[in-house]
């Protein structure tokens, strides 16, 4: 079985964050294709989870406390390569926006 972790930011309520709402359709359907999961928490908060029903056979972690995965995704590049190359044996940039699009909107 393969153990995919996905990044969240727990500081960040759920739903003023389409971060967090990608992490956990990307977690639901992973978990329904038979993976294990595990949600990463990118922040250093205290909160583990919101005001949101926890999705069952899903680990919460914290970048500093896990190794060892199959796959990472990593939310918006939000982790340095180095955390990402230590957490798991191969890694997935999940983008949500366009970076050069944002890139020009800030210019």
């Avoid at 995919?4 to 309520?13: D, E, F, M, R, V």
């Avoid at 949600?39 to 680990?59: A, E, G, K, M, V």
Wanted: net charge neutral; hydrophobic share 40%; charged share 20%.
């Amino acid at each position: 079985m393969l153990k995919i972790g996905i990044t969240y930011n727990s500081s960040i309520k759920l739903f003023y964050s389409g971060f967090n709402q990608t992490s956990i359709i990307l977690a639901e359907l992973f978990r329904k294709l038979g993976y294990i999961i595990y949600f990463i928490d990118i922040s250093s908060n205290d909160t583990h989870w919101w005001d949101y029903p926890y999705i069952q056979n899903i680990t919460l972690t914290q970048m500093h406390k896990i190794s060892g995965l199959d796959y990472l995704i990593d939310m918006d590049g939000v982790m340095l390569p180095e955390y990402r190359k230590r957490i798991a044996d191969k890694s997935i940039i999940f983008l949500r926006n366009c970076v050069s699009f944002s890139e020009l909107d800030n210019a």
